[in-house]
């Protein structure tokens, strides 16, 4: 699996940004934590540039977002919905309305 970090800002971050709040720190990395009802459920990071994430980045995104890989493609390539990417994280006990 690829991604740049374009599209982990566009893709991937944008569309969690339907469903949740998102904020996004610079630190020497980005740092993107994200809220749902005022509670922290996840944060994860990228590093700046625009250049492909390793293989061990990527690894650790999905795991910070609390996804497979097959989840975080969906949620890069578009099946996944960000409602759909809410309902898992309710499902796993993530996040509880």
Do not use: W
């Not at 492909?52 to 975080?72: N, Y």
Request: aromatic share 8%; glycine share 6%.
């Amino acid at each position: 699996m690829e991604i740049n970090n374009k599209d982990f800002d566009s893709k991937i971050i944008g569309k969690i940004k339907e469903a949740f709040e998102v904020k996004r720190e610079e630190t020497h990395h980005i740092v993107y934590k994200i809220y749902y009802n005022g509670n922290q459920i996840a944060r994860t990071y990228r590093s700046h540039g625009d250049n492909e994430m390793s293989d061990k980045a990527i690894f650790g995104v999905r795991r910070q977002l609390h996804l497979s890989l097959q989840e975080l493609k969906d949620l890069k390539n578009c099946p996944l919905t960000a409602d759909s990417y809410k309902n898992l994280l309710k499902q796993r006990g993530i996040i509880k309305e």
